[in-house]
């Protein structure tokens, strides 16, 4: 495996997008429609898919700023000092008149789990407020996106990086509902890098099966490639991931652990792979960097409470 990350000063990732408190439960089954159920007790961790994605990144010891906004509460507070503790840098981070971004997750003993999000102040992300840290993106190697940010602010952060020659990744979750080909055409124009699980993969190319390792690799290209994506990360969870890069098709397995909590695990998966990309390493290489940054991130609660430093990801391949 190459490197993690590198310390470098000249390597910088931004990232555009959530911030939530994520309020946990633990139950022994998950809930049918319709039923109630006793859970454990609830705990609060610091989330939202962009927050956890730059929160990785600066845990491997890249400079990654994160564009955003929380409320003036006391999550705000929480959301802020979690980032600044993980090394996020957190300038361009805005307070808005609105609770902050919220989520109530549940998870089973599987380490599975459900998730719904509240945006609260993430909604006041649009392309006004991008344009205001315009200078962010612009001097970044990399620029992470993901859809729990309104789509103009995605649409926005993008035309900003492009125009600068800013690499743009974008992770096509959660899947927007109403997809459409001018939708598809849109998300296609954003991302250099596309990043989805094999769920999203089904529904971005209207699959009745979902794909899995044994799919034909070659063929789900072309018909990505068909919608206007042609770099693609596909993440298979326990299976690993299979990068799509021009004409390589690439598998990278997973590192077996037993799971505790899976929460954040997509994130830490996106922040490593920005990090290792901002560093210099190909795709291929940054997947594997990122497949065992979220089977560490896998063996704690929460989800940036979860992540680990280089030393402590370096240490766990090494045991693996």
């Known amino acids: 495996m190459d490197r993690i990350a590198s310390s470098s000063s000249e390597s910088r990732v931004s990232i555009v997008g959530s911030m939530n408190a994520d309020h946990v439960v633990e139950v022994e089954t998950m809930p049918k429609p319709g039923e109630t159920i006793i859970g454990g007790p609830m705990s609060i961790h610091a989330g939202g898919k962009s927050a956890n994605q730059a929160a990785s990144c600066a845990r491997l010891q890249l ?35 609105l609770p902050s971004g919220s989520t109530i997750i549940v998870v089973d003993p599987h380490g599975e789990n459900f998730i719904v999000v509240s945006s609260g102040a993430n909604g006041k ?11 962010v993106i612009e001097r970044s190697d990399i620029l992470g996106l993901c859809l729990e940010a309104p789509l103009q602010a995605v649409v926005e952060s993008s035309r900003i990086a492009h125009a600068a020659h800013t690499t743009v990744a974008l992770n096509i979750s959660p899947m927007p509902e109403g997809l459409n080909p001018a939708l598809k055409h849109c998300l296609a124009d954003v991302a250099d ?25 070659d063929a789900l290209h072309d018909q990505l490639r068909a919608t206007g994506l042609d770099r693609v990360v596909v993440t298979l969870g326990a299976a690993g991931s299979v990068v799509l890069d021009g004409v390589q098709t690439s598998h990278i397995p997973a590192f077996t652990v037993k799971p505790v909590d899976t929460t954040g695990a997509g ?18 290489s940054a997947c594997e960097v990122a497949s065992a940054v979220s089977a560490f991130s896998t ?13 402590q990801i370096t240490d766990f391949v090494l045991n693996h």
């Open 63 to 97: 400079r990654a700023d994160l564009i955003g906004a929380v409320g003036s509460d006391a999550n705000a507070d929480f959301l802020l000092h979690e980032l600044n503790d993980a090394g996020v840098g957190t300038d361009n981070i805005e307070h808005v008149d």
């Open 125 to 135: 992300v649009n392309a006004d407020f991008v344009r205001r840290h315009s200078d």
């Open 193 to 217: 890098i596309a990043i989805m699980n094999e769920h999203e993969t089904a529904q971005w190319l209207g699959l009745a099966h979902e794909p899995n390792l044994q799919s034909d690799w």
């Open 267 to 284: 994130d830490s998966f996106m922040g490593a792979m920005l990090a290792s990309l901002a560093s210099g390493n190909s795709l291929d």
């Open 299 to 311: 063996l704690g609660k929460g989800a940036q409470s979860s992540y680990g430093n280089t030393q």
